[in-house]
């Protein structure tokens, strides 16, 4: 019995992990609901399975020994809890769990969006369909907002190697592979902030390939949505106008975009919105003007092997006229 309850230890301490952020248990849409069922069903019959079978070793090593057992005498139970019974169970949770992932990917209904999302090491470029210009897109990175309560589609691609998009309040994961572009849709059933993380080894950062989604009232997204296709403001302090020059003669604009200045970079994350985000190198630090300049300097300490140059040459008065500017991008 002592034997059963420690075998059971390992489960009630990952239940304990089950809560809250990035759980899939903690489900906010129903494609995340299907995930929690199948988990739940997956569990409750490792239980009974598992349990039968310590309980019925149990029994036979703890059972007086009476007389010698016949040869045959248990064939009927071999045979039954053997092959019978996990045959059934098994195959019974192969449909089940199958016919789940089928009918995620489709659902009839039309997406209320689409959005596509690529995998960099180690960041994501997410493009949304502009609402005004047909064929053009609104980009932007490390953030992905959405409507709440409809169905949104993600098609997902990778610019370098195999990523995975996963979301895990949301529904479940998918790849991202060059060449190719994967469908997943998703949906939050009410407004909220969710963190999602790449979910494929992908390089020594892609513990630190992290993203949001922020899930907006639908008129909100709209509002959103437009205010982020407009083109970065003017920056209003000295400091800030300092920065914004800066940011060109550092050649910042070889590798970043900021819609409505000359920089159209795009090697690295777009920045049109940068002090609005959350957080900074793709989950690796909270917003802040300061984080923003120890990033600029330290960024490879902070996050060795990313692709951005570490500025670590540049004075306090730049980084700081930087950092400034950057924040200021809301
Ligand atoms: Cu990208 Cu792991």
């Known amino acids: 019995r002592v034997t059963g309850i420690v075998m059971l230890l390992p489960f009630i301490a990952g239940l304990s992990g089950c809560d809250g952020i990035m759980s899939i248990l903690d489900v906010r849409g129903p494609m995340a609901e299907q995930i929690a069922r199948l988990w739940w069903v997956l569990f409750w019959g490792s239980v009974v399975l598992g349990g039968g079978t310590i309980a019925l070793v149990l029994y036979v090593v703890t059972r007086p020994h009476e007389r010698a057992p016949r040869i045959g005498s248990g064939m009927g139970v071999m045979i039954g809890g053997g092959v019978v019974l996990p045959v059934v169970t098994l195959w019974a949770l192969l449909?089940?769990?199958?016919?789940?992932?089928?009918?995620?990917?489709?659902?009839?209904?039309?997406?209320?969006?689409?959005?596509?999302?690529?995998?960099?090491r180690f960041w994501w470029e997410v493009r949304y369909p502009d609402p005004v210009e047909p064929d053009e897109?609104?980009?932007?990175?490390?953030?992905?907002?959405?409507?709440?309560?409809?169905?949104?589609?993600?098609?997902?691609?990778?610019?370098?190697?195999?990523?995975?998009?996963?979301?895990?309040?949301?529904?479940?994961?998918?790849?991202?592979?060059?060449?190719?572009?994967?469908?997943?849709?998703?949906?939050?059933?009410?407004?909220?902030?969710?963190?999602g993380q790449c979910a494929e080894y992908c390089g020594p950062q892609h513990a630190r390939m992290a993203f949001f989604v922020r899930a907006h009232p639908p008129?909100?997204?709209?509002?959103?949505?437009?205010?982020?296709?407009?083109?970065?403001?003017?920056?209003?302090?000295?400091?800030?106008v300092q920065g914004r020059e800066q940011f060109f003669q550092q050649a910042c604009m070889e590798c970043h975009t900021i819609r409505g200045t000359p920089a159209r970079g795009r090697a690295g994350p777009d920045l049109t919105r940068l002090?609005?985000?959350?957080?900074?190198?793709?989950?690796?630090?909270?917003?802040?003007e300061e984080n923003i300049a120890e990033w600029i300097a330290h960024n490879q300490q902070l996050k060795p092997g990313n692709r951005m140059l570490p500025y670590e040459h540049l004075d306090e008065e730049t980084l700081q006229a930087l950092s400034a500017y950057l924040e200021s991008l809301q």
Do not use: C
């Not at 002090?275 to 802040?288: F, I, P, V, W």
């Open 95 to 120: 449909i089940y769990g199958v016919s789940l992932g089928t009918r995620q990917v489709g659902g009839e209904e039309p997406p209320a969006l689409t959005i596509e999302v690529v995998g960099h």
């Open 137 to 195: 897109y609104v980009v932007s990175a490390n953030e992905i907002h959405i409507p709440a309560g409809v169905p949104v589609d993600f098609f997902v691609s990778s610019a370098d190697v195999i990523h995975s998009f996963w979301v895990p309040n949301l529904g479940g994961k998918i790849d991202m592979i060059p060449g190719r572009v994967n469908q997943i849709r998703l949906q939050a059933n009410e407004p909220g902030v969710f963190r």
């Open 219 to 240: 008129e909100a997204f709209e509002e959103w949505l437009a205010a982020e296709r407009g083109e970065a403001e003017e920056p209003t302090s000295d400091l800030a």
């Open 275 to 288: 002090g609005a985000r959350k957080t900074l190198g793709a989950g690796t630090l909270e917003m802040s």
